[in-house]
């Protein structure tokens, strides 16, 4: 099987930075992808990792570490808009390329 | 930008009803999903479609539910005999699969009540 652990909150203030962690346990590791979503929305694509390493898109970037089953999204320059639900997802290298979602972190961003 | 949509976005069913959930992928993709997401919860995956076949399905996609992709694009989800536990959002998304980086993209999704 596969499992992911995320932390389920985050409060942050405005114009901060914040990461949120992930990691996962699967057989078949594919890559980490991250989405964010908004009460009532759809899950919104953030950014994906299938190498080690930083992917900067923007104010976010998202960091994977294959060896420690471990990545992280960074959020710089927090916005109130920011405020959302943001959720790691692992694919596996299967027939159907799949995402497999963990619980999610609540992001608060005060003011 | 391409996007998936998604028909209704709210429907309430009585239980015992069948449902139909109505979605078009973006038109180049090749993968089709429909996930779904219980009030609070995280997204579950339930289905992979390609090459007009499941490809994968999970352990919540029992015979009551079917999938179709009755013409070249539309995709569709039908829950037969409703329950009150199938009350959640159902997310249709879609991707070019490898030579496109994997990138899964998500519809507005479909809320089902079920009363």
């Known amino acids: 099987g596969q499992s992911l652990e995320q932390p389920s909150e985050v409060t942050a203030v405005e114009g901060a930075i914040v990461q949120i962690n992930c990691t996962y346990q699967t057989s078949g590791f594919y890559g980490l992808s991250w989405y964010q979503q908004h009460d009532g929305g759809a899950p919104t694509f953030l950014s994906y990792?299938?190498?080690?390493g930083l992917e900067e898109t923007g104010r976010f970037s998202s960091f994977l570490s294959r060896s420690d089953s471990y990545g992280y999204l960074l959020l710089q320059e927090l916005q109130m808009k920011d405020s959302a639900s943001y959720f790691c997802a692992v694919s596996r290298m299967d027939s159907s390329y799949k995402l497999i979602f963990g619980s999610g972190t609540r992001l608060l961003v005060r003011p | 930008e391409p996007e998936v949509t998604q028909t209704p976005s709210h429907q309430v069913t009585q239980m015992g009803q069948e449902v139909i959930l109505r979605c078009v992928p973006i038109?180049?993709?090749?993968?089709f999903y429909w996930y779904r997401q219980i009030l609070g919860q995280k997204v579950e995956f339930l289905v992979s479609f390609y090459n007009n076949e499941i490809s994968e399905k999970s352990e919540i996609f029992d015979d009551q539910f079917s999938v179709e992709r009755p013409d070249g694009s539309n995709f569709t989800l039908k829950i037969r005999s409703t329950k009150l536990e199938d009350s959640a959002m159902y997310f249709c998304a879609s991707s070019g699969g490898a030579n496109s980086g994997n990138t899964i993209y998500f519809g507005e999704g479909s809320w089902l009540t079920v009363v």
């Open positions: 990792n299938a190498l080690d």
């Open positions: 038109s180049n993709h090749l993968y």
